[in-house]
């Protein structure tokens, strides 16, 4: 058996890898912005693990495929989409909670 090692570190798929991430993970984050966390980082994480756990089960599944491999680097342009999101997720959970200048909506 033969390992492959992959050399495709900017491939022509890596920028979807990246929108793909970020879509998901913006997604996650507008739906867990009307949850009050004590802090909006806990939805920038939830974010960030639900769209990086999507993007390793698709790698997974994709290497399964006859003629495809495993590939890290699209997980790390995985990684960059997810950190995007993860931001815009955290962004949106403040502002939904704070107002302008930060102070706490009750």
Known sequence: MT???CNDKTGSDKKLHVFCEFVIAALVGVFVSFIHFPSAFIAAAIAFAVAFAFGIWKEVKDSKQKGNHFCVWDLTWDVVGCLAGAVLAFLA??????DIVGNLIE
Do not use: D, E, F, V
């Not at 959970?93 to 704070?98: E, F, R």
């Open 3 to 5: 390992k492959r090692i």
């Open 93 to 98: 959970n403040y502002y939904t909670w704070h």
